[in-house]
């Protein structure tokens, strides 16, 4: 990375280690880095930092976060447990007691962003509920304050039918105007197990995709070969539309409940079709095995979820 002689640097990093752990410095003109390694090297500047062998690295991508429904920073509240095993409608109805507890969303969210950017995050998809009861309010609060912060983070929005879609009337007509108020992403839901249709789910979110022009980015929280056959059918739309590389399934739960021949079989089926996993590595919830996804070419990413939610 070059540097024009006339533009000496602002601010000299000397004295540091890039991620494959060679020696280096980084020279800063107006904010932006300007050169790397031998380009930056031999430069002057007023102010110089010695990093005392630190290590630099590119600002993290947060791959998976809510900021509509995070409670970082707001008044504590205990943590209701599962009457039996993970139900999505009963966290949704949980969640939809602690947000009207809560303090203002715009608050909430900048507390949360701030902590991300903070910890060295650059980077962020923010999924943001979507669907018949929130409408687009939610939308276009964190869309106001993805405004705010556009200087610090880039922060992609994902339209995401909570609530489901099918089994939620006027969620589909909303999640197609979401991308008039600041959505990048269209969002779905356990086609299977929450609309128990899974074309039926699966021809909206797609539709709205290629009508659009936008990814995909699908919450699979189902268990077992039910995960494994949404999954199936993801793939295979995802090759239909020619949209490898566009399409992402968070969690896929699914694929830490099966053997390992059925995850190397879905593997190559994800790598063929260019479908990413996003896995938060949920405690003691099976998740999908990373070391052979990867092994298998799957683009296998990482989020929070949430640094405190319901």
Known sequence: MAMSPQAPPDILFRNLRLG????SAIAVVDGRIAAIGSAA???SATNVVDLDDALVLPGFVEG???LDTSFYGDTWRPHVPYTAGFDVRERVAIQHRNMAAAAPMDQRARNQLELCIANGSSKMRSHV???ASVGLKSLETIAAVREQYRDLIDIQLVAFPQSGILT???TAELLDAA???GA???GGLDPASLDRDVKGHLDVVFGIAER????VDIHLHEPNMMGVFSIEEIAARTRALGMQGKVAISHAYGLGDVSADTVRRVADILATSGVAIMTNAPGARAFPPVLALREAGVTVFAGSDNIRDS
């Open 179 to 181: 991308f008039d108020h």
């Open 184 to 186: 990048d992403v269209i």
């Open 129 to 131: 509920m979507v669907d």
């Open 41 to 43: 090297e031999t430069l």
């Open 212 to 215: 659009r022009g936008v990814p």
């Open 64 to 66: 998976h976060i809510h």
């Open 168 to 170: 939620c009337p006027g």
């Open 20 to 23: 494959d752990g060679s020696r």
